[in-house]
Every structure is written in structure tokens, then in C-alpha cells.
């Protein structure tokens, strides 16, 4: 497994895997093992094996999501055309979530469901629940749900903006999506028992995955305060799914040459899709901060990492 890991560390930074730390917090490797073993449960199991390892893992995982306050940039967009910034968020999130699970407005509008539900009239008022609604901008509450993926797209590849900031927006985030094209989410839910012996009962009994990033309109909004809310209680009642997981049957010799080819073919577009990813948000926290500097606000960033696990300063 040695050789094997610096072969492998040696091609993810060939795919771009410097650039993505620049943003992203997580581990991507390649694994004998998919369930977590104690030191004294792997000396046993490697002192009484007679046989050779029957699979190898690609797994990938987030210790912390990525803090992306994307309002100040849907604004910038806006200028330029009224359905940028929905055409923007569209592609964007739709390739982010190839990678990794995304917790953005729609997850906070699902948890505020949940809580409004036991909440009366007077509650409900002054709660931050009702807020998740009110604060998306206009730009994304009105044209989100008619311009799809394919819209999305044909508008980024045709529209002729004014400023050289948006023309760069775009292009990084039509070469994200290009660098992710014929791809799609490897969610462990997605394995089966001939894959996994006892991948069942351990889905059953493993929580959502780890969110990679988290999109807010700007930092401390209600979509922040559900994530805290939710980041309190992960990995609580289990281990928290990894955010990607590929099997590969080293017991079926005459497939084995493909399977490598599609796990590595997977691991350098994500690597690379995430490093122009990371370009993105670089601006998209520039944006913000020039918002913040404008409007004379301090950043609601916490002074070290809290449970919601979003970026450091």
C-alpha cells in the first residue's frame, strides 16, 4: 500500500491537488479498507490473512465546508445581464456537487421546515427560519427553477459581458464545468452488496456525508445559522458517509486495467475541477470583502474554527 499511496500522491499533484487545498479541507486517497478500523481490529485482520487484499477504495472527504458568501458576486453579475447570476449559481453548484455534498439554500430552507413545524405564531416571527426565504435575492428566487442546466450553460457560452471581472467569473466557471463533463457523484449510497460485502447495514447505520463547502449570500445569514445548527450534531448517531467512494475488484483480474483506468480518470477530473473551483472562490471571497470594506462591516468570521467549520482567516 506504500507504493501505491506515493504513486498516487505523486499523480494528484500533477492534477492539480496544490491549487485545491488552496480552498477545499479534505483527504483524498486510496484505501484497503471502506469502514474504520481500530489499530488492534487492522493487526488482527492482517496477521490472520492468507490472501491477497480483494479491493482497493478511492475515497474522498471533507473535514470542514469551505465558507463560499456568494452574494456580493450574484450582485456584480446582475449588472451584466438579469439572468447571470442564476446561469452562474446553475453551473457552479451543479459541478461542486459531482465532488462533494454542497449545503446551500435549499438544504437550509429543508431544515427550517423541519423546526417551523413545532414552532406557533409568535415564534415563528422573530424565528431565523422564516428569514432562510426571505433572503434569497430576487435574481436566484425568480429564475433559478426555469433556467435549468442546459439554459444555464448555452447563456454562459453566448453572453458578451462588459467587465473584465465577470468575463473571468464565466470562463473559470464554463472550465469547471468542461474539466467535470461525463462525470458524476460517486456517492457510496450507490454501492452494492457484491462491491462492498456489508455495505448495507452500513449505510444504514452511517449519517449524511460531510458538507464541502457551504454557499451563503453573506456570512452570519440564515443559511449559516441552520448549518450551525445541523454542524452540532454530525456524526452524533455514526460516521459521517465519505463524500466519494469507487471500489476496485482486485479479484477480478480481467477488469482490473479498467477499473484503475476509471478510478484515476474520476480522481484527476476532480482534482482539476476543484482547482478551478478554488480560482472561483478566490473571487468570490475578494467580492465579498471588498462588500464588507464598502459598507464599513467586519467579517463574521469566528476568531477560530467553530462547529460549523468554516474557513479560517
Known amino acids: 500500500m506504500d507504493f501505491v499511496e506515493r504513486g498516487f500522491n505523486r499523480f494528484c499533484r500533477q492534477n492539480g491537488a496544490t491549487e485545491a487545498k488552496k480552498i477545499w479541507v479534505g483527504d483524498l486517497r486510496i484505501a484497503d479498507t471502506l469502514f474504520e478500523l481500530t489499530e488492534q481490529e487492522r493487526n488482527q485482520i492482517e496477521a490472520g490473512a492468507e490472501e491477497s487484499i480483494p479491493r482497493l477504495f478511492l475515497i474522498a472527504d471533507y473535514e470542514a465546508a469551505a465558507s463560499i458568501p456568494i452574494g456580493a458576486t450574484l450582485a456584480q453579475l446582475e449588472v451584466e445581464h438579469h ?34 413545524e413545532d414552532l406557533n405564531d409568535e415564534e415563528l416571527e422573530t424565528s431565523v427560519y422564516r428569514q432562510v426565504d426571505q433572503e434569497i435575492p430576487d435574481c436566484i428566487k425568480k429564475y433559478s427553477k426555469a433556467l435549468r442546466y442546459n439554459k444555464a450553460r448555452v447563456l454562459l457560452e453566448t453572453i458578451r459581458t462588459r467587465t473584465a471581472l465577470a468575463r473571468q467569473l464565466v470562463h473559470l466557471v464554463l472550465e469547471l464545468d468542461a474539466r467535470g463533463q461525463g462525470h458524476e457523484h460517486a456517492w457510496p449510497g450507490r454501492l452494492k452488496e457484491q462491491d462492498v460485502p456489508g455495505i448495507g447495514d452500513w449505510l444504514m447505520d452511517a449519517e449524511s456525508s460531510r458538507p464541502g463547502c457551504l454557499i451563503t449570500w453573506y456570512e452570519n445569514d440564515a443559511i449559516n445559522a441552520c448549518f450551525d445548527e445541523e454542524a452540532q450534531y454530525m456524526g452524533e448517531n455514526g460516521p459521517c458517509l465519505p463524500n466519494v467512494v469507487l471500489p476496485i475488484r482486485l479479484d477480478q483480474p480481467g477488469t482490473l486495467d479498467r477499473q484503475v483506468r476509471k478510478m484515476l480518470d474520476h480522481a484527476g477530473a476532480m482534482l482539476r475541477s476543484l482547482a478551478s473551483a478554488s480560482k472561483v472562490v478566490e473571487i468570490v471571497r475578494e467580492l465579498y470583502d471588498e462588500y464588507l470594506r464598502k459598507h464599513r462591516l467586519e467579517p463574521g468570521l469566528p476568531p477560530e474554527p467553530g462547529a460549523s467549520g468554516v474557513r479560517d482567516e
Do not use: C, G, S
Open 83 to 116: 439572468l447571470l447570476p442564476a446561469a452562474f449559481y446553475r453551473i457552479f453548484t451543479t459541478n461542486l456537487y459531482k465532488w462533494m455534498r454542497v449545503y446551500e439554500y435549499i438544504d437550509a430552507q429543508e431544515h427550517a421546515e423541519t423546526w417551523m
